[in-house]
């Protein structure tokens, strides 16, 4: 069922027994979990069926530190989310990215690898990634043509990627939220506020409004907040009627821990020969897979580094390839996107296609940042044109990104070197280990995570393992700012993973 809230009367009261708010890939996967139960799902989303720049202007904010892309332009404020805009680049963790490294501060998930892995199959489905499969080794055998670029995986081995299409869950999933008959959609539906019981052990309501000048409230059983990193702790923070510093914030930790993966240029790779590289090779909506170089558990654990991965690019494109950190240049995200994607095609257009199947490479990082308290996003004083204030985004690195860079590099061009499959050459701004300055090409993924992390302990977390806010029993939290750590990997699999596990506990305690 579909209602335009800008359409119902002022001060309509909506009831429901869950209550979900965001309608991008995690709360609607969340959503579609619970169609055709006798349950009434309520799925507030903040904008339409498509862009309106009005609201999504609701997004600007300001940034400061290492330098990132505009706030408005890095996520998307209509239904379907910034699965309007992602890439469908996709992968799961590492058992290691959930164990407390005592080289990483802060990490440490209360979950494991087996605790998401039938979440992760599941999350497959919804993403519309094949078999859940990360064995390399299988595609081999499946296609022979598929070599791994070293004999051996003991220090690096070969990490498997999948591709979605990539779902767009605004359309893919719309007409079944739609024509469902207990999902309430309501579009034009920004929470502004989030009301709490006056001693802020649960949620009473929430409150609506649009650009129509209406203002409705929502009460439910339950309320999971969907709106994705940044939002969720803005809205989390704004919402501080009853608790001064904020929903879930007793201890300062909410907006805190904001994770980026670093994506950066760091190497190049020299073959004896031409070789297309086809295990490692990518072709947009052609390709369902590929590898990335990755580190071992042990060669991590040895050299007390962060987990990152490798990827190939024929170096001619490379080189003319414009940093996204410089073609993702504006404030509105449709001009963002066509700027960068403007730009990897003319780059790949201005070399002809058989001078890219080369013997030389640049091998590109994705890695985990170090979780980092101050590394975060707050309130600004200034308020959006529905009276919430906006969020200010802090993106602090530490120098154990810049030391784990270097490392990787230094053992994938080790064992290329050995093994005799060619020689790597690291870039001048790895080349001093005394050195911790970034380059001004140094970018991120558009991948938000932190800021409501899960633990135990409510002293240095916010949401408990179930994704359930400590001390507020009925606010939930779905997506990827419950990451303790940011592994390698994109992290949407792992949103609509973790999303699936809530659904599941929530299925629990309603039935119970
Ligand atoms: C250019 C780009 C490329 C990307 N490529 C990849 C990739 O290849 N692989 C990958 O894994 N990830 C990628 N991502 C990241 C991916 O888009 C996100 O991980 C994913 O969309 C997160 O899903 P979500 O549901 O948590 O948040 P979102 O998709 O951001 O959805 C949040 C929803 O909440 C709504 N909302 C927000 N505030 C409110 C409010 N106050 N009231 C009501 N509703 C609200 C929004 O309108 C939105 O619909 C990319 C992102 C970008 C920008």
């Known amino acids: 069922m579909h209602t335009d809230a800008r359409k119902l009367p002022n001060n309509t009261v909506i009831e429901g027994d869950i209550c979900i708010i965001g309608a991008g890939p995690s709360g609607i996967s969340i959503a579609?979990?619970?169609?055709?139960?006798?349950?009434?799902?309520?799925?507030?989303?903040?904008?339409?069926?498509d862009y309106d720049d009005q609201i999504q202007d609701l997004y600007a904010g300001k940034t400061t530190g290492q330098k990132y892309y505009p706030l408005k332009s890095?996520?998307?404020?209509?239904?379907?989310?910034?699965?309007?805009?992602?890439?469908?680049f996709c992968s799961n963790f590492d058992p290691i990215d959930f164990e407390k490294r005592d080289w990483v501060p802060h990490s440490g998930w209360p979950i494991k690898k087996e605790d998401l892995d039938p979440f992760y199959a599941k999350a497959h489905k919804y993403l519309e990634l094949g078999p859940y499969d990360y064995n390399a080794a299988n595609y081999e055998k499946l296609d022979p043509s598929l070599k791994p670029l070293l004999p051996d995986d003991t220090v690096v081995w070969n990490k498997v990627w999948k591709f979605s299409p990539p779902t767009r869950f605004g359309i893919k999933y719309r007409p079944d939220i739609v024509n469902s008959k207990n999902i309430h959609l309501y579009t034009y539906?920004?929470?502004?506020?989030?009301?709490?019981?006056?001693?802020?052990?649960?949620?009473?309501?929430?409150?609506?409004?649009?650009f129509a000048g209406k203002?409705?409230?929502?009460?439910?059983?339950?309320?999971?907040?969907?709106?994705?990193?940044?939002?969720?702790?803005?809205?989390?923070?704004?919402?501080?009627?009853?608790?001064?510093?904020?929903l879930g914030n007793d201890h300062d930790n909410v907006g805190r821990y904001f994770m980026e993966h670093l994506e950066i240029k760091s190497a190049e790779l020299y073959l004896p020969k031409v070789d297309p590289m086809k295990l490692y090779g990518f072709s947009f909506g052609v390709s369902q897979m590929r590898c990335e170089l990755a580190i071992s558990k042990k060669a991590q654990e040895e050299h007390k580094i962060l987990n990152g991965t490798a990827s190939f690019t024929p170096l001619?494109?490379?080189?003319?390839i414009k940093p996204a950190i410089q073609s993702w240049n504006s404030d509105d995200?449709?001009?963002?996107?066509?700027?960068?994607?403007?730009?990897?095609?003319?780059?790949?257009?201005?070399?002809?296609?058989?001078?890219?199947?080369?013997?030389?490479y640049e091998l590109f990082t994705r890695i985990e940042q170090a979780p980092n308290p101050n590394s975060r996003v707050t309130l600004d004083t200034e308020k959006d044109a529905l009276g919430v204030p906006r969020a200010m985004l802090h993106w602090e690195l530490t120098p154990l990104e810049k030391r784990s860079i270097r490392k990787i590099y230094e053992l994938i061009g080790q064992q290329v070197g050995k093994s005799g499959a060619g020689r790597v050459r690291l870039m001048e701004y790895l080349q001093d280990p005394n050195d911790n300055s970034w380059p001004s090409f140094t970018g991120g993924g558009w991948h938000h995570m932190g800021t409501t992390r899960m633990g135990e302990d409510p002293k240095s977390s916010v949401v408990d393992p179930n994704c359930t806010v400590h001390g507020i029993s009925n606010l939930h939290i779905g997506g990827a700012s419950n990451y303790v750590t940011a592994a390698a990997p994109n992290p949407t699999l792992t949103?609509?993973?973790?999303?699936?596990?809530?659904?599941?506990h929530l299925k629990q305690i309603v039935k119970a």
Do not use: M
């Open 32 to 49: 579609l979990e619970w169609a055709n139960t006798p349950y009434k799902i309520v799925l507030l989303e903040g904008g339409g069926f």
């Open 74 to 88: 890095a996520r998307l404020h209509y239904f379907g989310g910034t699965s309007n805009h992602w890439a469908g």
């Open 189 to 210: 539906a920004n929470v502004v506020d989030i009301t709490a019981n006056e001693n802020v052990s649960a949620i009473n309501e929430v409150t609506v409004k649009n």
């Open 215 to 246: 203002t409705h409230t929502v009460k439910a059983k339950h309320f999971v907040l969907c709106c994705c990193t940044v939002q969720n702790a803005r809205l989390l923070l704004a919402s501080n009627k009853q608790a001064k510093n904020g």
């Open 316 to 320: 001619a494109v490379a080189k003319v």
């Open 333 to 360: 995200p449709r001009k963002a996107i066509d700027s960068f994607l403007g730009s990897l095609g003319a780059a790949f257009n201005s070399v002809p296609q058989s001078a890219q199947g080369t013997n030389a």
């Open 495 to 504: 949103v609509v993973a973790i999303s699936l596990r809530l659904s599941d």
